[in-house]
């Protein structure tokens, strides 16, 4: 799978800018067909830095209701948390 399609989005929360802050870890929106050694990859391509360890957890889509009150889903997605070698760094901004 090539790398711009296995990172989808940077995921910006106050949780996940703590982490990369602290502990070196970034958070990314990855494809659901992804697997570790995937996302590792495409994050050492895409920024040019080490990966030490790869954590990746899977969401369901929330249940929503419109304004008619039918019933929907948002989208699933799934989430990497990539932690990178001691001194390396990906610029967002």
Do not use: C, W
């Not at 800018?17 to 870890?25: F, H, I, P, R, V």
Request: overall charge positive; glycine content about 6%.
């Amino acid at each position: 799978m090539q790398a711009d399609k296995v990172l989808r989005t940077v995921r910006l929360s106050e949780k996940s800018n703590k982490l990369s802050a602290e502990l070196g870890q970034y958070t990314f929106e990855v494809d659901r067909g992804a697997n570790k050694h995937q996302i590792a990859q495409a994050v050492e391509e895409t920024f040019k830095v080490t990966v030490r360890r790869v954590n990746v957890q899977n969401y369901r889509g929330k249940n929503k209701r419109s304004r008619q009150g039918r019933p929907s889903v948002g989208s699933d997605y799934k989430k990497a948390i990539v932690t990178l070698k001691a001194g390396d760094k990906i610029e967002l901004v």
